[in-house]
């Protein structure tokens, strides 16, 4: 008698599963982001948000959580019921670079069910007008000539531009001072009047002034130039062939979310991104959208786990 009741409840339970994915979502979701409400995955996240909440039964909720170096966030979905109605607006650094530099409340890979990339940023290398470098390489020069004389800025340690510009000083061996900021608009306040004169940062907040003369672009920072710039080259290309700065935006779920659950957001998070018409509204900020399988994206997030703990050893990178 014991055994059917555990066969019954056993079949049960495999039945609910499909069930619910079938009618999911059964209430409001919620969608954590990392970051202040303006940037760049901040838009990634109410673009979705928008475009799912027309069609799904229930609004797709953005909710903003910056603090504690995007672990706040983390750390709330990763402590969420695995039902598929809590999100994360994954930037890279969370799971492959805050492990490597703090202590985090979370499993990188145990407590995070990857379900598509979304997005891939251009980020630009510019220095202040007031420095004397048209290019990578005379940058280079000019940081060898005065060590620790020029500053650059982030929006905090472990933040992409702490670890684009101390891959850069690793890689060319040279010294810039680092001053770190609570985010990247306070930080691009200080490099506009040139308090800080050094900035790797994302292209959507930096065009408008290199258009209009504040700031002078050196270099893009991915590996490969940018459809945004195709005229300006990479850093890689400017001498430091190792050199690759490719930061990218994830949806990921609470570990153990079901996959039925997990397959039909990404299908859907696909249908809305892929519309050519938001493509080339999203092109010009320097967002490139880019989806793939829940697998690509876990593949990616080990690959840039090992690579970035590479680099953040060998450049004696520490949090704070």
């Given at each position: 008698m014991m055994r059917h009741r555990l066969c019954f409840a056993a079949l049960l339970g495999a039945l609910i599963v499909p069930t619910h994915a079938q009618d999911f979502p059964a209430r409001p979701v919620r969608f954590v982001v990392p970051l202040p409400p303006g940037g760049s995955p901040d838009v990634m996240a109410r673009t979705i948000a928008s475009g799912l909440t027309a069609s799904w039964p229930h609004p797709?909720?953005?909710?903003n959580r910056?603090?504690?170096?995007?672990?706040?966030?983390?750390g709330i979905v990763a402590k969420s019921a695995p039902d598929g109605h809590t999100w994360l607006l994954t930037t890279d650094n969370i799971l492959v670079v805050n492990p490597h530099v703090e202590k985090v409340p979370f499993d990188p890979f145990r407590d995070f069910t990857p379900v598509t990339q979304i997005a891939?940023?251009?980020?630009?290398?510019?220095?202040?007008?007031?420095?004397?470098?048209?290019?990578?390489?005379?940058?280079?020069?000019?940081a060898k000539a005065k060590p620790g004389a020029l500053n650059y800025g982030s929006s905090g340690n472990g933040s992409p531009q702490h670890l684009g510009t101390s891959m850069l000083m690793h890689y060319a061996g040279i010294q810039l001072h680092h001053i770190p900021y609570k985010g990247s608009a306070p930080a691009i306040v200080d490099l506009l009047p040139g308090r800080i004169q050094v900035w790797i940062g994302a292209a959507n907040s930096l065009l408008p002034h290199i258009k209009d003369g504040r700031l002078r672009l050196l270099a893009a920072a991915g590996a490969k130039r940018s459809p945004l710039l195709p005229s300006t080259p990479t850093i890689a290309e400017s001498g430091y062939p190792e050199y690759a700065l490719d930061i990218w935006l994830g949806v990921t779920m609470p570990g153990k979310t079901p996959q039925a659950i997990v397959s039909k957001v990404n299908r859907e998070v696909?249908?809305?991104?892929?519309?050519?018409?938001l493509k080339a509204k999203l092109a010009p900020q320097g967002i490139e959208v880019v989806t793939g399988s829940p697998q690509?994206?876990?593949?990616?997030?080990?690959?840039?786990h090992a690579r970035w703990g590479r680099i953040i050893k060998a450049a004696g990178i520490k949090g704070d």
């Open positions: 797709i909720v953005v909710d910056p603090g504690a170096h995007h672990n706040l966030a983390a891939q940023l251009t980020f630009l290398l510019v220095v202040h007008p007031s420095v004397p470098a048209k290019s990578v390489q005379e940058l280079v020069a000019l696909a249908r809305v991104l892929n519309a050519p018409e690509a994206l876990a593949q990616m997030i080990r690959a840039d």
